[in-house]
């Protein structure tokens, strides 16, 4: 019955469970955020490596 539930008297969440919500919140959010950053060095990385091998390509289709 939703009279055993806790808080379920109560029309306001538990302060608790509400708390513990917003610090996983938090702390995914940032693991988000370093996920995303890093996602990004490595393209970063990827793009100067495959630019770098073009023009190693170009320099030795141009040699004599």
């Known amino acids: ?8 008297d109560s ?4 302060v608790c469970n509400v708390d513990h919500f917003v610090r996983d919140l938090a702390l995914l959010t940032e ?5 995303v950053y890093l996602a990004e060095q490595l393209r970063s990385d ?10 190693q390509g170009d320099e030795r289709r141009n040699a004599p």
């Open 46 to 55: 990827l793009e100067k490596l495959h630019d770098t091998r073009s023009e």
């Open 1 to 8: 019955m939703p009279q055993d539930l806790p808080g379920a």
């Open 31 to 35: 693991q988000l955020l370093l996920a």
């Open 11 to 14: 029309s306001r969440p538990d």
